[in-house]
């Protein structure tokens, strides 16, 4: 079954604390994202990447940064987790060829204390 | 721009009755539909599309949903409701931008409630 990989379901961290939320899908999809999703807001896109090492800012990109060395991996970084980050992370991808059709990891609850 | 409105953020049904979820979008170019389901504490999960072709899309579950142009909507639709339908659901359009990946944007999405 294929799959979308978000390395941890529950996360508490400390403001001003460097966070890193990784994010591995086994599809060979070249479009990776993330999202955050916050009650009544729906989902907001972060960031997003079409191709390794590329990477273009989505709605919501201020106080965070990604990163994509690898065409599988597609990690999100809180450079300094402010409580307003606290929130449920998604990490979705997509193929060139899947006709924008998502696959979703399950999600990291983030909580920053 | 694309964007999409999903009319009310909570539904409730009774089981066995006919569940309706409203979706409108608007899109300057030909639109992709999408809706996906959330299970509680669950990623998102792909109900249905809609690309080219036939208007009455059918997903898995039972669920459809039908594209009409002329109300730019794409409501979701089934005849009858099981406890196991309650979840949050979203509707998504195809977002048009400079860059190359295949963007979604998402409603704000729709709470489904199924009373026994």
């Known amino acids: 079954d294929v799959k979308v990989t978000q390395s941890s379901r529950y996360l508490v961290k400390r403001t001003g604390e460097k966070v890193f939320l990784e994010c591995v899908q086994d599809?060979?999809?070249?479009?990776m994202f993330w999202y955050r999703q916050d009650p009544g807001l729906g989902l907001r896109l972060i960031y997003f990447?079409?191709?390794?090492?590329?990477?273009e800012k989505g709605d919501i990109p201020e106080g965070y940064s990604v990163s994509r060395e690898k065409k599988e991996r597609f990690s999100l970084i809180l450079e300094s987790a402010s409580t307003n980050q606290t929130s449920m992370y998604l990490c979705?991808?997509?193929?060139?060829?899947?006709?924008?059709?998502?696959?979703f990891g399950s999600g990291t609850r983030l909580t920053v204390v | 721009a694309q964007s999409v409105t999903q009319l009310g953020s909570h539904v409730s049904v009774s089981e066995g009755a006919l569940v309706l979820l409203r979706c409108n979008y608007s899109?300057?170019?030909?639109?992709?539909l999408f809706w996906y389901v959330q299970y509680p504490n669950q990623g998102l999960q792909l109900l249905l599309k809609?690309?080219?072709?036939?208007?009455l899309v059918k997903g898995i579950n039972g669920f459809e949903a039908e594209f009409k142009k002329s109300e730019t909507s794409f409501h979701l639709t089934k005849p009858s409701a099981h406890m196991s339908d309650a979840a949050e659901y979203f509707c998504?359009?195809?977002?048009?931008?400079?860059?190359?990946?295949?963007?979604?944007?998402f409603g704000s999405g729709t709470q489904l409630t199924v009373l026994p």
């Open positions: 979705a991808s997509t193929g060139d060829r899947t006709n924008y059709g998502y696959t």
């Open positions: 599809m060979d999809h070249e479009n």
């Open positions: 990447s079409y191709d390794v090492k590329m990477k």
């Open positions: 899109s300057s170019v030909p639109p992709y």
């Open positions: 809609y690309t080219t072709g036939a208007t």
């Open positions: 998504a359009v195809r977002r048009i931008s400079s860059g190359s990946a295949r963007q979604l944007t």
